[in-house]
């Protein structure tokens, strides 16, 4: 067995945080600790976490090579020591193809690098070789160094026990004596085991239209997911998966997959090489990128995630959902359960007004929501999105005695009050715009394109940092405010930051980000109750680092109960359903003119946080009694659906006529079914539905929300019945669902 010089051993790395807390004293099960060990005899890294082990070395040329990523091994199976790949033809010279954990782009290298730069004098070749290494209770830390060139980039390495989730990020710094300039900076490259038969999964959508999931083969070459609009966006989502084999399995399968935690331009690219090995490289999007550094300075990248598991994609799914609930929100590893939320945009939208309002409030309060949230159009001049976005005060044709009388209001009735914001915007024709018209993205003396009639402010520039964070601090200083609804509606054009010289504007890709995490963390530390959604025009900035800064995120503008099936499935492969925001609004509906049953949109809206967007003061009162049996059944479930395990039965993708989702409470005491038959198939009965991950010999009685099993079903049964067996349902006609609830009986 190696020598292990250095072991940190944590159960609950990032709360605990602490060397005294070892596997045993923590209590985790076995597999559930974490630990680092550096074998000094063959210069190899190992981290062992939740049933993982991943393992790197240092090799004969000094660079840091990957070694293994997969199930986890046994203590004494030995890894390494690291050997480059050999390598048959000048054309690809030893060194050229190593996996290396981080490389520069300098020497023999042909592998897409991590970092490339350039300094002042036109020198462009940087060769990282291993320095020095520590580990502490944040994870282990590497220092690689050019020695020559006098640049060193430190990696850092998180570890989380539970999940086997591993956060990866570096630090350029230029200890040269002149400046520097960042072409490129990847956060990590993840390397694969060679193999050609590697398929990637990714998500992939539109305005109301986001969240598909498409799958590829990989194959030699590139395959490039990207956002180069500034912020996350929703062509591509920072995540991907990629499976070996290419059966795509809920519950079998190896899985690698991962996430980055960055809300600007970014790009993460997989490539297979000339010989078969598979890399994956996150990090700050190289287009249009560009950072300078002079002396003494560093750049830090965002973190890129990344998690394997061997139980197919289910199960890289729950690995994901869990590290982002126990580790990455801002209230982890217990955040608050989502409440019931009414939104006024879908019945009102810019038309608001405080008696309108005030009915509106005291109508969902009677329904059981727990949250109002007024929409856009309280602020400024704003009666469209033509005018007003930028000025953050109060509209007093609308409201003449400002926010109090509807805050009071809907205290009264016992809900917590939340308001929509679109910080980082301005409306040509607004009075902060008539002020400082150089506050926006812009290049000198060209167009300022518009979208949806406004202009990205510049919120690199301290001065506006500041003034969004005035505006935000002063709103919620002032008035009684549980919840902000932040809004981003549009991309990027023409980024530039005339006031900077001309190699600092590219800056702005990271710096803007900064800020706005700034803001973000700084507003959370003042204002400690209130909690925040991120949505942008629905789904486009929805990754790992807004989320840790927010508490729940909107996927979508569509509102249709049927594409939302698909939208949410989508969503689920990367983000738990505990951030997951679902209204159930009119029939028909806006995006499609759809007509859907009252019970169809609850159901759909029920799969995550349920939230209410419809014209309520027009519902009947059967209508009102539909939405109070929901959302009081909710309420029973939603511990179960938010935070529990989620299971996907059948997929909705590609418009598939059915979907199905099972979701187990974190105790194993409940499981909750929601099945849907968006067409009627002829006569052919709804397919067998398997429940999964429920204690085979406890015994569970089941109930329905809506929705009936076929005659014959027990009403009490085994976990082994539920799984093996499965159930039927009673659905046939277009737009049916079922909802039903499973109870563990005795202990
Ligand atoms: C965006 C949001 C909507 C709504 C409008 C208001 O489109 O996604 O939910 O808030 O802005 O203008």
């Not at 400046?179 to 998500?203: E, F, Q, V």
Request: charged residues 20%; contains cysteine; hydrophobic residues 35%.
């Amino acid at each position: 067995m190696s020598k292990a010089v250095a072991v940190l051993a944590l159960g609950v790395w990032s709360v605990c945080g602490s060397l005294s807390i070892d596997a045993k004293s923590a209590k985790p099960q076995a597999q559930q600790a974490a630990s680092i060990h550096y074998d000094e005899a063959h210069r190899v890294f190992r981290i062992d976490a939740g049933k993982i082990t991943y393992a790197f070395g240092v090799n004969g040329d000094g660079a840091l090579q990957t070694l293994y990523w997969g199930s986890r091994l046994a203590q004494d199976d030995p890894v390494g020591p690291a050997v480059p790949p050999k390598s048959w033809s000048s054309f690809d010279s030893i060194g050229a193809n190593t996996p290396q954990e981080y490389a520069g782009w300098g020497g023999p290298i042909t592998v897409m690098p991590d970092l490339k730069l350039h300094f002042a004098d036109g020198n462009r070749d940087l060769i990282l070789r291993y320095d020095s290494y520590k580990i502490d209770k944040d994870g282990l830390h590497i220092s690689l160094r050019d020695a020559k060139a006098n640049v060193t980039v430190g990696l850092r390495y998180t570890v989380d026990g539970d999940t086997g989730i591993v956060g990866r990020s570096a630090r350029i710094e230029n200890h040269a004596t002149q400046a520097l300039t960042i072409d490129s900076a990847a956060a990590a490259s993840w390397n694969l085991p060679p193999a050609t038969d590697y398929s990637l999964r990714y998500l992939t959508g539109t305005w109301a239209s986001e969240w598909h999931v498409r799958t590829r083969q990989v194959t030699p070459g590139a395959t490039v997911l990207e956002s180069r609009r500034g912020s996350t966006g929703d062509e591509n989502n920072p995540w991907f998966a990629i499976e070996r084999g290419g059966a795509w399995n809920e519950s079998h399968g190896r899985v690698w997959f991962g996430a980055l935690a960055w809300s600007g331009s970014w790009s993460i690219r997989i490539d297979q090489d000339v010989l078969n090995q598979v890399r994956v490289t996150g990090g700050y999007n190289p287009f249009d990128f560009s950072y300078r550094l002079k002396p003494g300075e560093a750049l830090d990248t965002p973190v890129f995630y990344a998690g394997y598991t061997d139980a197919g994609i289910g199960e890289a799914s729950r690995l994901m959902h869990q590290f982002e609930t126990t580790r990455v929100l801002p209230q982890a590893p217990r955040p608050k359960l989502r409440p019931v939320l009414y939104n006024s945009w879908e019945a009102t939208e810019f038309k608001v007004n405080e008696p309108e309002q005030e009915r509106l409030a005291e109508k969902a309060a009677k329904l059981g929501v727990e949250r109002f949230v007024i929409d856009d159009g309280w602020f400024g001049a704003r009666n469209s999105d033509h005018a007003g976005l930028g000025d953050w005060t109060v509209n007093r044709e609308k409201f003449p005695n400002g926010l109090k009388p509807l805050i009071d209001k809907v205290h009264g009735l016992g809900m917590s009050f939340g308001i929509w914001v679109e910080p980082e915007m301005v409306n040509p024709d607004s009075d902060l715009y008539r002020k400082h018209p150089d506050w926006v993205l812009n290049f000198e003396g060209r167009q300022r394109t518009e979208g949806r009639n406004q202009l990205v402010l510049n919120l690199a520039r301290d001065d506006v940092r500041d003034y969004v964070f005035d505006a935000l601090d002063q709103l919620l200083s002032k008035n009684d405010i549980q919840f902000l609804k932040w809004d981003y509606n549009r991309n990027w054009t023409e980024p530039g930051w005339p006031q900077l010289s001309p190699e600092e504007q590219q800056k702005v890709y990271v710096v803007y980000v900064q800020h706005l995490y700034d803001i973000l963390r700084r507003l959370r530390e003042r204002h400690p109750g209130v909690e925040i959604e991120s949505c942008s025009g629905g789904g486009a900035r929805v990754d790992l680092g807004i989320m840790g800064l927010t508490d729940e995120v909107w996927p979508s503008d569509n509102t249709d109960p049927s594409d939302r099936l698909s939208i949410q499935d989508g969503f689920s492969y990367a983000y738990a359903p505990a951030v997951m925001m679902s209204w159930v609004t009119g029939s028909p509906n806006w995006v499609n003119e759809r007509q859907s049953s009252l019970d169809f949109r609850f159901l759909s809206s029920m799969q995550g946080g349920l939230g209410i967007g419809a014209k309520i003061l027009e519902w009947t009162s059967a209508e009102d009694a539909t939405a109070q049996h929901y959302i009081a059944a909710y309420k029973d479930i939603r511990a179960t659906v938010q935070q529990g395990r989620l299971y996907r039965l059948l997929s909705p993708q590609e418009r598939a006529p059915y979907s199905a989702t099972e979701s187990v409470a974190a105790d194993g005491a409940q499981a909750v079914l929601f099945a849907f038959l968006r067409q009627g198939q002829e006569a052919q009965a709804y397919p067998t539905l398997y429940l999964q991950g429920l204690d085979p010999n406890a015994r569970y009685r089941y109930r329905s929300i809506h929705g009936e099993a076929m005659p014959g079903t027990p009403a009490v049964a085994s976990g082994a019945y539920w799984m093996s067996h499965g159930i039927d349902l009673k659905l046939r006609s277009d737009l049916d669902a079922a909802g039903l609830v499973f109870e563990r009986v005795g202990s």
